[in-house]
């Protein structure tokens, strides 16, 4: 009886990458025209590895571990965590001083569209206020003394005759 600890196929998640000592034998069964499921089955890996470490082999001619593709990410996990606790002590600040923040405190040189797009990915959306045109500062201090007079207001008290759910504002 095989343990989930040696049976690469039983186990959950993303496996590790294979050893070169395991995907020489692989190749070696290929060239010796054994099946893939004899191959699968004595080397304990499952089909769809053994046939991908195949076909990689017919198509590049090697079985080591290609460099990843795209460029490298340039903020580490630290960069990531600073940036998230500056947000959040001030959502105010603009993408310019986070950026000269950033540099001043990790050494990170970043651009702003990178900030944004950094915050972007962590959840943090930039919102613009809806503008107020017809608010005047005179007007306002006019208006709020009639919103505080007004506040505790229902509509049952100003709307007798509809019949109005009993919901307080």
Not at 22 to 41: E, M
Not at 82 to 111: F, H, N, P, Y
Request: glycine share 8%.
């Amino acid at each position: 009886m095989q343990t989930a600890s040696t049976n690469i196929g039983e186990r959950m998640g993303r496996s590790q990458e294979l050893s070169d000592s395991k995907r020489g034998p692989v190749i070696g069964g290929h060239l010796g025209n054994k099946p893939i499921r004899d191959i699968s089955w004595l080397l304990n890996i499952p089909l769809s590895t053994v046939s991908g470490i195949i076909t990689k082999w017919k198509q590049l001619g090697t079985t080591a571990t290609q460099p990843p593709s795209g460029r490298p990410r340039h903020m580490t996990g630290r960069g990531q965590r600073m940036l998230k606790r500056t947000v959040r002590r001030s959502r105010q600040l603009s993408a310019e001083s986070i950026a000269k923040d950033l540099q001043t405190w990790c050494g990170l040189q970043m651009s702003p569209t990178t900030v944004r797009r950094e915050l972007h990915g962590m959840g943090f959306h930039g919102r613009a206020a809806a503008s107020k045109p017809y608010i005047t500062k005179c007007n306002a201090k006019c208006q709020m003394p009639w919103c505080k007079a007004r506040r505790h207001w229902t509509l049952e008290r100003y709307l007798p005759d509809c019949i109005v759910p009993s919901v307080e504002f």
